[in-house]
């Protein structure tokens, strides 16, 4: 079963997504006619979560290349190599702690220097190829982790989850939801309770979205309710996703992954972030490496651009924390779950080249 919605598609010369900062209350959809665009998208929340910014830089690349084209013939390759590395390096920019981003105009760029192209036709129809090829892959990829996380997922399970993994934070089907739809289509009897996620309330705007389309039962509840019911013995497993994880095993995820994962440590229930292979960073061999994006004051001061918080009131809005993998119990990707010790089983997912 899919959704009857499409997060992100390429058609018509342009980019395609559905705008994350208006739902539930408005469905719109967002068009990027270039990488600029691109760039505020990812940078504003139009489109987010790991893999759907990815996904998103590639087809940025390839509106980059389109752009650029003419300088290919007129300036010559080496020219058009540079300035779509300079457009590349502006879209990293947008946001600097999901580590698919980075992966994603890597991949693009590494497909470029490896190809033979001759004609600016070549190269925009081999960048388009390489861009659907992200997209399609992570929809796969996602399909793979949540056959391969249904198993940690017992019959009348009661799931906590956090922030937003669904088919709107990915391509397409999702990561930690898309692992509890899974288990939920396949007959498993399930409820889940999503928190709001504050403070850009991604659970209660998008994940609460997500399980109504997809007819799971659940609740919606204050971030403040988790620990309660985790302390009473209600929740089964916490299960979420990730932005970026480091090679021990550190994981790094929306603000307030951490105060769970403490939690689930304190009352012993099972702690799972399910991400793609590509979330992982085997360059960071630890979580306090990992650079954390700081948002304006103004999501907290002036939530929905109503004032809460007096005049002149200083902030301090992280984005993510990092969970220590002593925290987890597991980590589910689409070549298996990794079990402790995080360091050693990792480093036998790392690429060869």
């Known amino acids: 079963m899919m959704e009857s919605f499409i997060t992100l598609e390429f058609k018509e010369g342009a980019l395609h997504l559905i705008d994350q900062r208006v739902l539930p209350t408005e469905y719109t959809i967002f068009v990027c006619h270039d990488y600029r665009e691109v760039e505020f998208a990812i940078r504003d929340m139009v489109v987010r979560g790991a893999p759907a910014i990815g996904a998103t830089a590639a087809y940025g690349v390839l509106l980059a290349a389109m752009e650029l084209a003419p300088t290919f013939d007129s300036d010559g390759p080496s020219a058009f190599r540079k300035n779509l590395k300079e457009a590349c390096d502006f879209m990293d920019a947008a946001r600097p702690t999901a580590v698919n981003l980075h992966w994603a105009l890597n991949r693009m760029l590494s497909t470029y220097d ?7 036709q070549e190269i925009l129809t081999g960048l388009k190829s390489e861009a659907d090829l992200i997209r399609e892959e992570d929809i796969e990829t996602n399909k793979t982790m949540s056959r391969i996380g249904n198993q940690v997922i017992p019959h009348k399970a009661t799931i906590l ?6 088919a709107l934070a990915t391509a397409g089907w999702g990561t930690a939801l898309g692992v509890i739809k899974e288990a939920f289509y396949s007959g498993k009897e399930l409820f889940v309770y999503a928190d709001e996620t504050r403070p850009r309330l991604q659970g209660a705007r998008l994940t609460a979205w997500e399980l109504t389309q997809a007819g799971i ?13 985790i302390r009473d013995g209600k929740i089964d497993l916490v299960i ?3 932005d970026r994880v480091a090679a021990n095993g550190d994981v790094c995820n929306k603000i307030g992954t951490f105060m769970l994962s403490a939690l689930c440590k304190l ?14 960073d085997f360059q960071l061999s630890r979580g306090d490496q990992i650079p954390i994006e700081e948002r304006e004051a103004s999501e907290i001061t002036h939530p929905g651009g109503v004032q809460v918080a007096p005049d002149g009131m200083d902030v301090y809005n992280p ?9 987890i119990t597991g980590i589910i990707t689409e070549k298996g779950i990794i079990y402790p010790p995080f360091e050693e089983n990792i480093a036998r997912l790392r690429p060869s080249s």
């Open 240 to 242: 979420l996703g990730g």
């Open 217 to 229: 039962p659940s609740k919606l509840i204050p971030d403040s309710v988790g620990a309660t019911l």
């Open 161 to 166: 989850t956090h922030c937003n993994t669904g």
């Open 319 to 327: 984005a993510f924390d990092v969970t220590p993998h002593q925290h």
């Open 267 to 280: 009352y012993g229930v099972p702690f799972y972030s399910v991400v793609p292979v590509s979330t992982i």
């Open 114 to 120: 490896h190809s033979d192209w001759k004609t600016t």
